[in-house]
């Protein structure tokens, strides 16, 4: 998608180019010092908001950035760029569906615009793909594998069409690589491999993760910090944004740390542990209320188990 906004409908004075120049070159709690100051002398300057919302994403602050850019919306509801840079926020989540929302908003609003259409266009691409994916997942077959390859190539032309396995996943980008090589080989793999939790052994295992999922959730609710990041796993995976574990931390205390109360429901949780008891995945539907921002998501979670106890891996969104 394309990258941030920067630029405002009206001409911004001088003040508004000095708190740009802070955004750019990084003095971002600069710059949002001196937004303040404006928003104090005149709550409504919708200018403000639009450029607080952009320190606050440039600082990784997405919700305090969201907040913002509503708040633009609010004031002047017939601008189109607050709905774009709220797109590209979503779409850094990795909620496409809020992205595309956004961005038709956009083009209710500006009609015809070039770059908004083409952003669209790639957004339904990776919801497209996400869903045969999914649909790989369940019951791989060479005919839903042709229409996923074909629609792999319309985002990158270099990709093959040659549907053998080997070559296959060696033109898929890595990124989409790992998806494609389990949908491929689940058929092969056996029931033992990946089973739903149904033996005596499995069970306990099964409630095992339960407990596990639910201190994450309760420690999550709570606002502890200490517990929640003992819930992952050293080798955890953050989203791509993050450079690094500690910096997905950061991100974490910042947003955690900022909400009077967080309250999160979990719910149709379905558990499938591997034959050695040593993996599992567990796919839910999440509830998330807090004093900013109120959400509702498929997630999945993978655990490992590390000295006795399970650990989160990874975690994502399930379109």
Same mark, same amino acid.
């Given at each position: @998608?394309?990258?941030?906004? $920067?630029? @405002?409908?009206?001409?911004?004075?001088?003040?508004?180019?000095?708190?740009?120049?802070? =955004?750019?070159?990084?003095?971002?709690?600069?710059?949002?010092?001196?937004?303040?100051?404006?928003?104090?002398? !005149?709550?409504? *300057?919708?200018?403000?908001?639009?450029?607080?919302?952009?320190?606050?994403?440039?600082?990784?602050?997405?919700?305090?950035?969201?907040?913002?850019?509503?708040?633009?919306?609010?004031?002047?509801? $017939?601008?189109?760029?607050?709905? !774009?840079?709220?797109?590209? =926020?979503?779409?850094?989540?990795? *909620?496409?569906?809020?992205?595309?929302?956004?961005?038709?908003?956009?083009?209710?609003?500006?009609?015809?615009?070039?770059?908004?259409?083409?952003?669209?266009?790639?957004?339904?691409?990776?919801?497209?793909?996400?869903?045969?994916?999914?649909?790989?997942? +369940?019951?791989?077959?060479?005919?839903?594998?042709?229409?996923? @390859?074909?629609?792999?190539?319309?985002?990158?032309?270099?990709?093959?069409?040659?549907?053998? &396995?080997?070559?296959?996943?060696?033109?898929?980008?890595?990124?989409?690589?790992?998806?494609?090589? &389990?949908?491929?080989?689940?058929?092969?793999?056996?029931?033992?491999?990946?089973? &739903?939790?149904?033996?005596?052994?499995?069970?306990?295992?099964?409630?095992?993760?339960?407990?596990?999922?639910?201190?994450?959730?309760?420690?999550?609710?709570? +606002?502890?910090?200490?517990?929640? #990041?003992? $819930?992952?796993?050293?080798? #955890?995976?953050?989203?791509?944004?993050?450079?690094?574990?500690?910096?997905?931390?950061?991100?974490?205390? +910042?947003?955690?740390?900022?909400?009077?109360?967080?309250?999160?429901?979990?719910?149709?949780?379905?558990?499938?542990? *591997?034959?050695?008891?040593?993996?599992?995945?567990?796919?839910? #539907?999440?509830?998330?209320?807090? !004093?900013?921002?109120?959400?509702?998501?498929?997630?999945?979670?993978? $655990?490992? @188990?590390?000295?006795?106890?399970?650990?989160?891996?990874?975690?994502?969104?399930?379109?």
């Amino acid at each position: @998608m394309a990258a941030l906004l $920067m630029a @405002m409908p009206a001409t911004a004075n001088e003040s508004y180019q000095q708190i740009k120049s802070n =955004i750019e070159s990084g003095k971002i709690d600069l710059a949002l010092e001196r937004i303040k100051r404006e928003i104090k002398h !005149n709550p409504d *300057d919708y200018r403000a908001w639009f450029l607080m919302g952009v320190a606050y994403t440039r600082g990784q602050q997405f919700h305090q950035a969201m907040e913002s850019f509503q708040r633009v919306i609010e004031i002047h509801p $017939m601008l189109a760029e607050p709905h !774009n840079n709220l797109a590209v =926020i979503y779409n850094a989540l990795g *909620d496409y569906r809020a992205a595309a929302r956004e961005l038709e908003a956009s083009l209710k609003k500006k009609p015809g615009d070039a770059v908004t259409e083409e952003n669209l266009a790639e957004l339904h691409l990776k919801l497209a793909l996400e869903h045969y994916r999914r649909a790989l997942k +369940r019951a791989p077959n060479p005919a839903l594998e042709q229409r996923y @390859m074909r629609l792999l190539k319309v985002r990158d032309p270099r990709i093959s069409p040659d549907l053998s &396995e080997k070559r296959v996943l060696a033109a898929i980008p890595e990124a989409e690589k790992k998806s494609v090589q &389990e949908s491929v080989h689940v058929a092969k793999a056996g029931k033992d491999q990946l089973m &739903e939790v149904h033996s005596p052994v499995s069970n306990k295992a099964a409630e095992r993760v339960r407990e596990a999922v639910e201190v994450w959730r309760q420690a999550w609710s709570d +606002r502890d910090l200490g517990t929640y #990041f003992q $819930m992952y796993a050293t080798d #955890f995976q953050p989203p791509e944004r993050f450079a690094s574990i500690q910096l997905w931390k950061q991100y974490k205390k +910042r947003v955690i740390g900022s909400q009077s109360h967080i309250d999160i429901e979990l719910s149709d949780l379905k558990i499938t542990v *591997d034959s050695s008891e040593k993996r599992a995945s567990i796919i839910f #539907f999440q509830k998330f209320r807090s !004093n900013s921002y109120n959400g509702d998501d498929a997630k999945r979670l993978e $655990m490992k @188990m590390y000295s006795g106890e399970w650990k989160i891996v990874s975690e994502d969104s399930v379109l």
